[in-house]
């Protein structure tokens, strides 16, 4: 058959090749019993046919798989790709596939429920701490799909993150140290990370007035900073739940003239690299793109039978510039 003629199937390949249709099948596949002669033999033929080989279509029908893994990032990707912890988990993510046929598919946690029914999934990392995630799972688990968690909340139900209650306390530790007996806290939005990082940062710090972002950003820790600062009696320091939040904390700390640490002490959490920022953070440094690689080979081996993990990775404690002692008061 000449090039272009009709439609070049596997049936031609195996023709031109003189092989029987099984052998030609096996050539493009991962690990088959053929030799390698033979295979550069069908390949040969492929490429003189035009033929690119087989449908992955037809072989997700045979196999049940899709050799695709989601990844529920936030609804809008922009604001996704902003995230450094998001990036880390996607990094993470690539290097655990790096070896595999499997790709990746970005999944936005605004995603109606019936969409997600339907998904051509082997599973999902959820990345972060997004609101949705109790309905992504309820639909994944109707459909046997598994779903693993990264850089959220350890629990039983499938996760690779961080004890957030007790990293938080390694903070706020620090503060109190460092003579601070009052605190405001910056709050991500509705989550369990936030949960944790609240309850653990009040057990330190009760009834500390708690100012509430929409979104882990600098402008948003700037907002929500100014609210904190404007309270009737200003904290001598700002526990905020992450590090871009943190960054936006000192710049409104700044603009109201206020040095920081020494009028104001600012932590953050993430252990992340921010531009245009060139301080030396105190934070908290998660394991961010190990969860993720961790997060997508669980993910792999629980599609085979693996069961899911409950993974708590350790995080690190780093001691910056931005907290120094309690400021005196009259």
């Known amino acids: 058959m000449t090039r272009g003629s009709n439609r070049i199937t596997l049936v031609h390949v195996a023709e031109a090749a003189g ?5 030609a099948s096996h050539a493009f596949g991962v690990d088959k019993p053929i030799s390698d002669a033979t295979r ?16 992955p ?9 899709t050799d695709i893994i989601g990844v ?9 790709f902003r995230d450094p912890v998001i990036i880390g988990i996607l990094d993470g993510v690539s290097a655990a596939l790096a070896a595999s046929p499997t790709s990746v598919l970005l999944i936005p946690d605004s995603v109606p429920e019936e969409r997600l029914r339907t998904l051509p999934v082997d599973g999902v990392v959820a990345a972060g701490c997004s609101p949705t995630l109790p309905e992504l ?6 459909r046997s799909i598994p779903v693993v968690t990264a850089g959220n909340q350890v629990d039983a139900i499938g996760s690779v993150g961080v004890e957030n209650h007790a990293a938080t306390e390694q903070l706020t530790d620090h503060l109190r140290a460092l003579g601070h007996r009052t605190a405001g806290i910056v709050r991500l939005r509705h989550g369990d990370v936030e949960r944790a990082r609240t309850e653990a940062a009040l057990a330190a710090y009760p009834g500390s007035p708690v100012a509430i972002s929409t979104d882990s950003t600098i402008d948003e820790g700037f907002r929500a900073a100014q ?25 409104a700390a700044e603009a109201q003239g206020l040095r920081v640490p020494e009028d104001l002490s600012v932590v953050g959490f993430d252990g992340v690299r921010i531009d245009g920022f060139d301080r030396a953070l105190t934070t908290i440094r ?21 069961p899911l993990p409950t993974r708590a990775m350790d995080v690190e404690l780093v001691l910056g510039d931005t907290t120094g002692p309690a400021p005196q008061r009259t």
């Open 286 to 306: 998660q394991p961010i793109v190990e969860m993720g690689r961790l997060a997508a080979q669980a993910v792999l081996a629980a599609h085979d039978g693996a």
């Open 57 to 65: 279509r037809a072989r997700s029908l045979r196999s049940g798989r």
């Open 72 to 80: 529920q990032v936030d609804d809008e990707a922009g604001r996704a």
């Open 19 to 23: 092989v029987s249709l099984s052998t």
């Open 40 to 55: 550069a033999r069908v390949l040969a033929a492929a490429e003189e046919l035009g033929y690119e080989g087989p449908d």
């Open 227 to 251: 609210e904190l600062l404007r309270h009737s009696s200003r904290p001598t320091a700002i526990v905020a739940q992450s590090d871009l939040l943190a960054v936006g904390a000192i710049r």
């Open 137 to 142: 799972r309820a639909a994944m688990t109707r």
